[in-house]
């Protein structure tokens, strides 16, 4: 039983393996021809690791890697690192704004904010860590604000890709400042984004 459970988990690991590649989406013939394994055993393998989310099936059937990995490669100390870096940068655009500062992060669904930090006022933008919505363009992780705004400076060289993020009341958010900071929090990151790798969504 357990060198079946082993096998089990290898062939797993294997489906996993293809995933390292620059393709983003595989059908379930070309899984098969990568692995060796029949399609029935792939299905049952590709079950289990979606249910854990560590693939997905996209609407037009084919797989790709889902959240898991992404979640688990976050606790690298590595990753961690970033993200602290990044918290005081925030709260230093939240507090000379006064509005809501974040960090986004790209996912297979949508968007993530990572990190917040929300201004002393109480009308503001509320952003929690852990919040996830849709995004009709991969290149633009802005949500739909009813009553307010958001600008995004996305951080080039960053994987997954991530923005800073500041948003609040429709024409309250100083645009052209706030655009600076984002811009100077970004540059200021050191290997993640310097001024020449910098985009800024207005």
């Known amino acids: 039983m ?3 459970r082993v096998a089990a988990v290898e062939r797993a690991l294997t489906v996993l393996e293809v995933f390292d590649d620059a393709e983003e989406k595989f059908s379930l013939a070309t899984l098969a021809r990568r692995t060796g ?32 990995p992404g979640r ?22 939240a507090a ?7 960090l ?20 503001r933008h509320d952003l929690h860590p852990g919040m996830r919505w849709a995004c009709a363009n991969a290149d633009d992780p802005r949500p739909v ?10 951080l080039l060289g960053s994987q997954p890709v991530r ?8 024409g309250r958010v100083p645009v052209t400042r706030a655009l600076a900071l984002l811009e100077e929090a970004a540059a ?5 984004a310097s001024p020449a790798a910098v985009s800024s969504l207005v």
């Open 188 to 192: 200021m990151l050191g290997e993640m």
């Open 163 to 170: 923005w800073l993020s500041v948003s609040g009341p429709a």
């Open 2 to 4: 357990a060198n079946d």
């Open 96 to 102: 000379q704004l006064e509005e809501t500062a974040a």
């Open 104 to 123: 986004l992060e790209r996912t297979s669904e949508g968007v993530e904010c990572r990190l917040v930090a929300l201004p002393s006022q109480a009308l």
């Open 145 to 154: 604000i009813p009553g307010g705004e958001m600008l995004a400076v996305v």
């Open 72 to 93: 688990l490669a976050r606790r690298r100390p590595d990753d961690q690192d970033v993200l602290v870096r990044i918290e005081p940068r925030l709260q230093r655009v």
């Open 37 to 68: 394994f029949y399609k029935s055993t792939l299905l049952r393998l590709l079950g289990s690791l979606a249910r854990f989310g560590y693939v997905r099936r996209t609407g037009d059937g084919t797989w790709q890697l889902g959240d898991t």
